[in-house]
């Protein structure tokens, strides 16, 4: 069974960092591309990261760069994003996708349940 | 405010068919294919529809979608109670240079 799981989530204060795991299986995971997406509860989606299959392409939306790295280990099936200067806008939760493709598109067949990072003082 | 301009809600009775529309620009529905997302309550999104029209394994035939210029829609025939959910459009901003989605439309099934 494909399945993708994340973890990492948490409450944390504006300012300070987390680190979010995407555990894969079920799969070749380094077939394909993945992302992070989040969604603040009640709000509609918004594409967080994405990176291809050999992490040659990595893409952030704009209000993350800078402050959002995207990595994946093939070796460990895992997709991580480190989340650094956190700020109250970026509470919500997060979840990982897998894409289609070995890069990056908006085809995004398979996503895990979700972890909750909530950023507060 | 999302790239891609969904109507917030829309209902229809059990039977009926419903349509659901997005609409963007050139930079994304203009010049790339169109995917649907389906998020249930409580749950995570599903893939529902990929490059304009295509259904993964596994979704009904009930649902299909279509793409014209710079928008698309997404319509669900026999509707039923259980498609009562969130819907999303996704695309490629060549400008933004990532996905990005809807707004989302709520669906009830009255």
């Known amino acids: 069974e494909v399945q993708l799981v994340e973890s990492g989530g948490g409450l944390v204060q504006p300012g300070r960092s987390l680190r979010l795991s995407c555990a894969a299986s079920?799969?070749?995971?380094?077939?394909?591309?993945m992302h992070w997406v989040r969604q603040v509860p009640g709000k509609g989606l918004e594409w967080v990261s994405g990176?291809?299959?050999?992490?040659?392409?990595?893409g952030y939306v704009d209000s993350v760069k800078g402050r959002f790295t995207i990595s994946r280990d093939n070796a460990k099936n895992s997709l991580y994003l480190q989340m650094n200067s956190l700020r109250a806008e970026d509470t919500a939760l997060y979840y990982c996708?897998?894409?289609?493709?070995?890069?990056?598109?908006?085809?995004?067949?398979?996503w895990g349940k979700g972890t909750t990072v909530t950023v507060s003082s | 405010q999302s790239v891609l301009t969904q109507p917030p809600s829309a209902s229809g009775t059990p039977g009926q068919r419903v349509t659901i529309s997005c609409s963007g620009s050139?930079?994304?529905?203009?010049?790339?294919?169109v995917n649907w997302y389906q998020q249930l309550p409580g749950a995570a999104p599903k893939f529902l529809i990929y490059?304009?029209?295509q259904r993964p394994s596994g979704v009904p035939d009930r649902f299909s979608g279509s793409k014209s210029g710079t928008s698309a829609s997404l319509a669900i025939s026999g509707l039923q109670s259980e498609d009562e959910a969130d819907y999303y459009c996704?695309?490629?901003?060549?400008?933004?240079?990532?996905?990005?989605f809807g707004g989302g439309t709520k669906l009830t099934v009255l």
């Open positions: 996708a897998k894409d289609q493709r070995i890069t990056m598109t908006e085809h995004m067949d398979v």
């Open positions: 079920g799969f070749i995971f380094d077939d394909y591309a």
């Open positions: 990176i291809s299959w050999n992490s040659g392409s990595i």
């Open positions: 050139s930079s994304n529905i203009g010049s790339n294919t």
């Open positions: 490059s304009n029209d």
């Open positions: 996704a695309a490629w901003d060549d400008s933004l240079n990532g996905p990005v």
